[in-house]
């Protein structure tokens, strides 16, 4: 046996005619002593459901118990499962073949850029290596490109491209990698247990994932083969099997009699789901929906020598969903900030408009393109835009597209290690989480403003088995030591620098009023007891709220953040110093809490079949729109006063002359690490400022 995969039953054309011309009912299928293959036999319009074996050794049915061949060799006609269902049983003759050597397309390729379909090569362990790029992903910092885990290496492996005439080096393998996982850990509803599914690497899983697939034509690009326009032929290929474990591939992808066939080089390619779609006025267009990543091929020979290059293929959505990135679908798309394209630009907006003392909301307004963008270019596309033009990070996500990159990427990145560093922990505080009496951080804290200190909240994490800096998220002494910075430049006449933590302080307000950032629950239902699980319930639900939800509805969410600020109600405590402004942060996370509970978020993503459809986006506006425009109002106003008291404690006035401050003024005070630098929980004690002028301990 060469390999099963699941798929619909082939019918020899010998015995059906013409294929293309049979429209009635199924015949009974004649006996022949012939062998079945892919050369005389296809699918119908009447196939039905089956389990494709495909074997080296064609022997006729009649012969086995004669003649020495044993009938306990012969494939069975139906497979009887367990809950006593039975599987037909569909035999294919074929002969595995060597792989062809690899060859560049027939292409010409841009000398300047890479993009999806170009090729890419790795010397790994002295041999080198060629796949393609399959596409663009991003985890809302980094965008990646999408290839072969084989080709690419281990992690820090050097990637070249062939650029100007010569192999030119473009990256380093990221830590991002996946290789073979268990089929019930990939493929939730399904029971096999026993099965891997192979992994190197249009929203395809077990829920969705059907036969109305088989014969459905798909296309891609490939840097060996180029363009390629095939079918699928059949779904869970099992091509191997190890150590009593059978490997598993969700695709097998055949080419087209004379077609163009995959080839070694094409490893990584995006195939893509070859659709119709037809406009208001009936003119049919087609549309290609990227649906897997070729991670290998298979080739075999039928009886007459044909030759068959499979293509086998993960989903893409698979892919993206257990290395945590999303799919990339605009060109020239530049960083990703969070809350969307509206959440954390929206509400430093519209702060300015909230802030009392006239003179300083001047001055926020001459600089409203420094600390974000004017309210007319508040939309996503042109956030996008801007951000790829330029090389200005407006102050609002500069915490997110600067300092949490490493210097080596990005001037002023404050990452130690790509995606790892302190930096990370000011963004956050899982102040929900109940401890083993039932009370929570939030509760702690909020019962008496002592409890605003960063030893009191080390002890509480550590007993609570958050002992790692990582987990000790600190996001209101963030607030602190930022609300101190900018009392102490306002004092030192440092208009720049005052104007440089302002805006980026609004970056964490916002970040305080987005539920998720202060729940246990921030991405789901993640046990704890299982770091290493790489899927759990309502997994994806704050990159969906945050990005996709946001930005899918701007449009509507736009005009509703400024009312809902001015309408928000809720008691804002009194600040008169930085504790104070870390004790609002947590009074502004619980109060978004109740706004929008973390809770009923999870349960509506879950019950929405999870994922970043747009069924399920359009599912969460509907549920959760007028909240999220609600906590976002609130985040304003607490962000307003946060600037209004930081301007009243200073007491004094901004510089005779103060207006808009240049960008490269700005860039270089952000990008100094001694500016409000990035510290843990253990280290920020040292440079917070008590009303009495000392630090924390």
Request: glycine residues 12%; proline residues 7%; negative net charge.
């Amino acid at each position: 046996m060469v390999g099963t995969a699941v798929g619909l039953y082939l019918i020899r054309d010998s015995e059906v005619g013409t294929r293309e011309g049979d429209r009635g009912g199924a015949p009974a299928e004649r006996s022949s002593s012939g062998p079945r293959t892919f050369e005389n036999s296809g699918v119908t319009s009447y196939s039905w459901p089956c389990v494709l074996v495909l074997v080296r050794d064609w022997v006729d049915a009649t012969r086995f118990g004669h003649g020495g061949v044993d009938p306990d060799h012969m494939v069975p006609r139906t497979l009887y499962l367990p809950d006593g269902r039975a599987a037909p049983v569909c035999v294919v003759a074929v002969s595995p073949a060597e792989p062809l050597p690899a060859g560049p397309a027939d292409a010409r390729l841009p000398s300047s850029y890479l993009g999806p379909g170009f090729p890419i090569v790795a010397d790994v362990q002295g041999a080198r290596h060629r796949a393609s790029v399959g596409c663009l992903v991003t985890d809302g910092h980094r965008t990646y490109a999408l290839t072969s885990r084989y080709v690419a290496g281990e992690p820090g492996s050097v990637v070249q491209a062939p650029l100007r005439g010569s192999l030119r080096p473009i990256g380093e393998t990221a830590p991002r990698q996946l290789a073979r996982l268990p089929f019930s850990k990939v493929l939730l509803e399904f029971p096999g247990r026993r099965s891997y599914v192979t992994l190197d690497v249009a929203d395809l899983n077990e829920l969705n994932l059907g036969l109305q697939l088989i014969d459905q034509p798909v296309e891609a690009f490939g840097a060996a083969s180029g363009r390629m326009r095939v079918t699928i032929k059949a779904l869970f290929y099992r091509h191997e099997a190890l150590a009593g474990y059978d490997c598993v591939s969700e695709f097998l992808i055949a080419p087209e009699e004379g077609g163009v066939q995959t080839s070694p080089g094409d490893s990584g390619t995006v195939w893509h789901l070859r659709t119709s779609v037809a406009d208001a006025g009936g003119v049919g267009r087609i549309v290609l929906r990227p649906m897997a990543v070729e991670w290998g091929g298979q080739g075999v020979a039928g009886t007459t020598g044909r030759r068959y290059d499979f293509a086998l293929a993960t989903g893409l959505g698979t892919a993206c969903q257990l290395l945590d990135v999303d799919l990339v679908t605009g060109h020239n798309v530049g960083a990703q900030p969070f809350w969307g394209q509206e959440g954390h630009y929206s509400i430093a907006t519209v702060a300015i408009d909230q802030v009392r003392d006239g003179r300083l909301e001047a001055f926020l307004r001459d600089n409203v393109e420094r600390v974000s963008f004017r309210p007319d270019e508040l939309d996503p596309d042109t956030i996008r835009r801007r951000l790829s033009e330029g090389d200005f990070v407006e102050l609002a996500d500069v915490p997110d597209l600067v300092w949490k990159k490493v210097a080596a990427d990005v001037p002023g990145g404050r990452d130690h290690a790509r995606n790892a560093g302190p930096e990370h922990p000011d963004h956050y505080a899982d102040i929900d989480l109940p401890g083993p009496d039932g009370r929570t951080l939030r509760d702690l804290t909020l019962s008496g403003i002592a409890n605003m200190d960063p030893q009191v909240w080390r002890d509480w994490y550590r007993a609570n088995g958050a002992t790692e800096a990582r987990s000790q998220g600190l996001l209101p002494f963030r607030v602190w030591q930022i609300f101190d910075e900018m009392v102490a430049s306002l004092r030192a006449g440092d208009a720049e620098r005052f104007l440089c933590a302002a805006g980026i302080v609004s970056h964490y307000v916002g970040d305080a009023c987005q539920p998720l950032h202060g729940s246990f629950l921030s991405d789901g239902r993640k046990d704890p007891a299982d770091p290493k699980a790489r899927t759990w319930s309502g997994k994806g639900v704050h990159a969906t709220l945050e990005d996709e939800m946001v930005d899918r509805h701007a449009v509507e969410l736009r005009p509703m953040i400024g009312p809902a600020a001015k309408a928000f109600g809720g008691p804002i405590p009194a600040i008169a110093d930085g504790r104070d402004a870390a004790f609002a942060t947590v009074t502004l996370m619980a109060q978004s809490a109740e706004i929008l509970p973390p809770g009923a978020l999870v349960d509506t993503y879950v019950k929405l079949g999870g994922g970043a459809s747009a069924r399920v986006v359009d599912g969460l506006w509907s549920a959760f729109g007028r909240q999220t425009a609600d906590v976002m109002g609130a985040g304003a106003r607490y962000l307003a006063a946060i600037w209004d008291a930081a301007y009243a404690v200073a007491a004094t006035p901004l510089p005779d002359g103060a207006g808009v401050v240049s960008e490269t003024a700005l860039a270089a005070i952000h990008q100094d690490g001694g500016f409000v630098p990035s510290l843990t929980l253990d280290e920020i004690g040292s440079v917070l400022r008590r009303a009495g002028g000392e630090a924390t301990r």
